[in-house]
């Protein structure tokens, strides 16, 4: 009997990327009202909307991440990492279009958005960093060892 090769194999137990998605979004209800409030200081009630747009976008794009690797962990670990890799590439591009798409029907500070959205990426993803690093996330069976 031959052995399954690795990149074949399927993935077993919790969809932990899904569960991470879920963390880093619901840590939003911090970082949101921080950036909106600095922006409207800032920029007026349209660069308070832009931030809270940028956010959102960002929220949303982790939880499009966590379901799609979720599932093609289940589906093969080749399809997996293809999905890492390339849907990080279409991910960025659907960031884009729909930053573009936002600014072009709504009257949003644009650079309020932007910026909003890159602090709101890097802070949620390296909160979530620091939180599964020092164990801080138990439903995670592999964080705890």
Do not use: C, Q
């Not at 832009?50 to 080749?78: D, E, H, P, Q």
């Amino acid at each position: 009997m031959t052995e399954p090769r690795p990149l074949t194999t399927r993935i077993e137990g919790p969809d932990v990327e899904a569960v991470i998605a879920r963390h880093m979004v619901a840590r939003v209800v911090w970082v949101a009202p921080v950036l909106v409030a600095v922006f409207w200081v800032i920029r007026g009630s349209s660069g308070g909307l832009g931030a809270l747009a940028g956010v959102a976008i960002v929220a949303g794009n982790f939880l499009l991440a966590g379901y799609l690797l979720s599932k093609t962990a289940r589906i093969s670990l080749g399809l997996y990492h293809a999905a890492a890799l390339i849907g990080f590439f279409l991910r960025l591009g659907l960031i884009a279009g729909s930053m573009l798409l936002v600014a072009a029907v709504t009257d949003v500070d644009r650079p309020a958005m932007a910026i909003s959205a890159l602090v709101g990426y890097l802070v949620l993803l390296t909160w979530e960093t620091v939180a599964v690093s020092k164990g801080a996330e138990k439903e995670l069976e592999w964080s705890s060892n």
